[in-house]
């Protein structure tokens, strides 16, 4: 069995191809991925059908257009930019963009490493559109570990200028005073100690899976992708369905990929707003979903709509943010992968 698998994994490897046609072409998939990731009625997150302290989907749909424009306008210098310089012009267009709030910091930090590597790619090689799995991921890794402390400085800036939620003692940890970003001194520290953004996120994965994702090379997203992501798209074509079809179920599969990634680790943002204790649980609600088959039979539904009506009755402290940026990540990779129409 586990031979197997690993073959299975080795073959997903050897044939799958990322497709970098333009610069434009990934920048537009990042767009693409966010608003089908909103759109969609999954459970605590804002979407057309559930708003939270006054922030509308249209909202989200505003901020995140507001990302497209600047980057289209920026391509020339997107494959030289550095990585804390990118994070923080985007976050810097978030929080001019009405309602001037934190909607996407988590989404920019997990997907920022992605489409800078897209970019940095397709510069070395112009006329080239498709690049090997790993290829990209290697690029991945390169691009986080080639940054410097003004990109540790930046990035930390950003995050604070953004305000999210339980940055201060999150999920009721302790943050080092040396790594406090909130410490006035702490840029004047990163220079002196050479603070790298690995060693900055080091200390928060404990409580983070973004950070977690920085320091190990995505192995998240690139499981997701080979073993469920993949499952399901290959099933798909398999049973005689074209793309279109497959895009037409989309909903279905992003809530179903959602309560089962909810289900599998603690939400982040849940965490840090609250405690791990309150994230177990909710993840503990989600596991009963699961059980249940899901979306897939009534028992699971029902509990579901139960689910969704007790996190959305939260007022926000129960929103499973972090979930929701996984679930842009993967499907910006999905669109990269040519798993779904343009």
């Given at each position: 069995?586990?031979?197997?698998?690993?073959?299975?994994?080795?073959?997903?490897?050897?044939?799958?191809?990322?497709?970098f046609e333009s610069f434009q072409?990934?920048i537009l998939s990042w767009k693409?991925?966010?608003?089908?990731?909103?759109?969609?009625?999954?459970?605590?997150?804002?979407?057309?059908?559930?708003?939270?302290?006054?922030?509308?989907?249209?909202?989200?749909?505003?901020?995140?257009?507001?990302?497209?424009?600047?980057?289209?306008?920026?391509?020339?210098?997107?494959?030289?930019?550095?990585?804390?310089?990118?994070?923080?012009?985007?976050?810097?267009?978030?929080?001019?963009?009405?309602?001037?709030?934190?909607?996407?910091?988590?989404?920019?930090?997990?997907?920022?490493?992605?489409?800078?590597?897209?970019?940095?790619?397709?510069?070395?090689?112009?006329?080239?559109?498709?690049?090997?799995?790993?290829?990209?991921?290697?690029?991945?890794?390169?691009?986080?570990?080639?940054?410097?402390?003004?990109?540790?400085?930046?990035?930390?800036?950003?995050?604070?200028?953004?305000?999210?939620?339980?940055?201060?003692?999150?999920?009721?940890?302790?943050?080092?005073?040396?790594?406090?970003?909130?410490?006035?001194?702490?840029?004047?520290?990163?220079?002196?100690?050479?603070?790298?953004?690995?060693?900055?996120?080091?200390?928060?994965?404990?409580?983070?899976?973004?950070?977690?994702?920085?320091?190990?090379?995505?192995?998240?997203?690139?499981?997701?992708?080979?073993?469920?992501?993949?499952?399901?798209?290959?099933?798909?074509?398999?049973?005689?369905?074209?793309?279109?079809?497959?895009?037409?179920?989309?909903?279905?599969?992003?809530?179903?990929?959602?309560?089962?990634?909810?289900?599998?680790?603690?939400?982040?943002?849940?965490?840090?707003?609250?405690?791990?204790?309150?994230?177990?649980?909710?993840?503990?609600?989600?596991?009963?979903?699961?059980?249940?088959?899901?979306?897939?039979l009534d028992s699971g539904k029902?509990?579901?709509?139960?689910?969704?009506?007790?996190?959305?009755?939260?007022?926000?402290?129960?929103?499973?943010?972090?979930?929701?940026?996984?679930?842009?990540?993967?499907?910006?990779?999905?669109?990269?992968?040519?798993?779904?129409?343009?």
């Open positions: 069995m586990r031979f197997q698998r690993f073959l299975s994994n080795r073959l997903f490897i050897l044939s799958q191809n990322f497709n072409s990934v693409y991925a966010n608003k089908l990731e909103f759109s969609t009625n999954k459970p605590g997150n804002i979407s057309p059908w559930h708003s939270t302290n006054k922030i509308t989907f249209q909202d989200y749909v505003n901020v995140n257009n507001a990302i497209n424009e600047y980057l289209l306008s920026h391509m020339s210098s997107l494959s030289s930019i550095y990585l804390g310089k990118f994070i923080w012009e985007i976050v810097n267009v978030m929080m001019k963009t009405p309602p001037h709030q934190n909607l996407l910091l988590g989404n920019i930090l997990l997907i920022s490493p992605l489409i800078l590597s897209a970019f940095r790619l397709k510069h070395k090689s112009p006329t080239k559109t498709k690049f090997k799995f790993n290829c990209f991921w290697n690029e991945v890794k390169e691009t986080i570990l080639k940054t410097t402390e003004q990109d540790t400085i930046l990035v930390a800036d950003a995050i604070k200028r953004a305000s999210p939620g339980g940055l201060i003692n999150p999920g009721g940890n302790d943050v080092p005073e040396k790594f406090n970003i909130l410490n006035p001194e702490f840029p004047s520290y990163v220079n002196k100690n050479k603070i790298h953004l690995i060693d900055l996120f080091q200390k928060s994965m404990n409580y983070d899976l973004i950070s977690r994702e920085w320091v190990f090379g995505y192995q998240i997203c690139q499981f997701w992708l080979k073993n469920y992501f993949y499952s399901i798209y290959n099933d798909s074509l398999k049973k005689g369905r074209s793309k279109n079809e497959i895009n037409l179920n989309t909903s279905f599969i992003i809530q179903q990929l959602f309560i089962k990634f909810l289900a599998t680790y603690p939400d982040s943002l849940i965490l840090r707003k609250n405690s791990l204790i309150i994230a177990n649980n909710v993840q503990k609600r989600a596991q009963k979903i699961i059980h249940e088959g899901g979306l897939l029902v509990l579901y709509q139960n689910f969704s009506q007790w996190l959305n009755s939260s007022n926000g402290k129960l929103n499973p943010g972090t979930t929701a940026d996984f679930i842009a990540a993967l499907l910006f990779l999905a669109y990269l992968l040519d798993w779904f129409p343009s």
